[in-house]
């Protein structure tokens, strides 16, 4: 019981860090609108939307598991709305062709959409071969969601010299590193055991961590690329 209750604990205080982190880039993102150009602008107020719905999320399900409820719709919400967002306030910073941008959101905005409407059926069920399925299924448009932004990153880091080359391949690795975290927490309760709840704790930490780096720490990353194309505008 003493390991439950520390179990518990520990997913607790981490929902409760992150509420705390989205609101807290919230605001930070809030204040520095104004210090990019006037094209940056735009990005840096989407990754304040980002955090700031992300926080609202985080928040109800930090209450629920303080009832001993798990409400996987809150996440699955929080994501269908800030993975598009994510996307877009990226493309933003890379200083991409308007053309090129509307033609990339055409495509990366619905695989979005299909990646985390795909992956809540295999979250929520209780069958092994109902999550493997709708895993496989997500991880087609993840795979190319991932391959596209991480080549616009690499073609736009190789135009860019100094602060913005280094900024971008900071935001490089975070993508990718970061993105790679979901599919593998999405399956802890398939690798342990139905109801082992240090493959839920392990899940919900997982997540919570891949969240804060993906939404506040990238949205940094996205103030720093802006930062340094308009240092180098001005």
Known sequence: ????????NLVYNALSFGTAVMFGAFVYFLTQIKS?????????????????????????????WSIGEMNEGYRYADWLITVPLLVIEL??????TSDRRKSLLKTLVPATVLMVGLGYPGEVSTSDSTKWTFWVLAMIPFAYILFVLA???????????????????????ILLVTWLVYPIGYLFPVIFNEGHQGAETARQLAYTVADITAKALYGLMILNIAKARSGDER
């Open 1 to 8: 019981m003493l390991e439950d209750a520390t179990l518990n």
């Open 36 to 64: 990019v150009s006037k094209q940056y602008q735009t990005g840096v107020a989407v990754s304040a939307i980002v955090v700031g719905i992300a926080g609202y999320h985080y928040y109800r399900i930090w209450q629920g």
């Open 91 to 96: 493309l933003i910073v890379l200083g991409v």
């Open 151 to 173: 080549g616009e990153l690499k073609a736009s880091g190789s135009r860019e010299t100094g602060a913005v080359a280094s900024s971008i391949k900071n935001a490089t690795r």
